[in-house]
């Protein structure tokens, strides 16, 4: 995947927020007493200490409705042997990555259907509802509003959580150093290996904002060799925003999110992808398998 670094500096979209986050993502309800907001058991809890790896997670953005910064810390625990088997199971790992390029929309359908609520595993889902549990605490505590809590998740999702990177650099998932090479990494091991290119960074904003109960499409957008993923969720009517930020998508209007780089906040198109964005609201029309999820 082809991806650029991007930043908040060069525009800006006019919103208007209305209404608390109270509410508005879905959080599990708490099973025990020891497992405050997460109803899972937890899957780590008898792995070796050997076999265990943590990984610390900071983000923020900056709130203009509050005029300061949100920002939030999480540190997450990973099994490896856990990760290497999950990377077995992956339609791009080893042998089959030239069949999943080749049927690309298909391959990247596969790690959806992989990763979604129902064939997701418990070490996955444990993560990811962390992650939610820690932004529904953020939210309350900072009274956000639906759009910030939105921008919480999405900022996640951004640098300095995970660095851009092309796949061929990265020795764990083409230990052959294989170039060109293109590999959709499930959102568990974006997590883990906090690093990867457009689409890896984008299928695990699109894979929080469902587990969060907000309906996210995922866009693969292609143009010759070059190729990029990001997501869109659907327009909430609480949220006011200029519609030229907007992506119609079978009929409906969607907020584009940008995961590459950081400070991409919630509706705002990079001009970068404006004109390409467009053309791909014409080509969804005749190509929908390009509309993911």
Known sequence: MIGVTLNLLSTSAPWKIIHPADNYINI?????SHLPGVALPDPYATIPAADLVTQNYNWRFFSTLKGKDIAAFLPLQFSKSYIDKKREKNPFWGANNSEAIKNLYKSADQIIDMSSDINDDDESKWNLDLILKKISEVSRRENLS???TMQLILSFCQ???FTWILDHECEEINPNRKDPYDYFRFPIETLYDKRGDCDCTAMLAYRLFNRAGINAKY???KKGDVKHAAVA???NDNI?????SLVTINGKKFYFCETVGSQWYVGVLPDAYKERVREFENEILVHPERILG
Request: charged content about 25%.
């Open 28 to 32: 599990p309800t708490p099973a025990t």
């Open 146 to 148: 639906h759009y910030e």
């Open 159 to 161: 640098t300095p959580n």
């Open 219 to 221: 866009l693969l957008m």
């Open 233 to 235: 969720i659907e327009k």
């Open 240 to 244: 006011q925003i200029d519609d030229e």
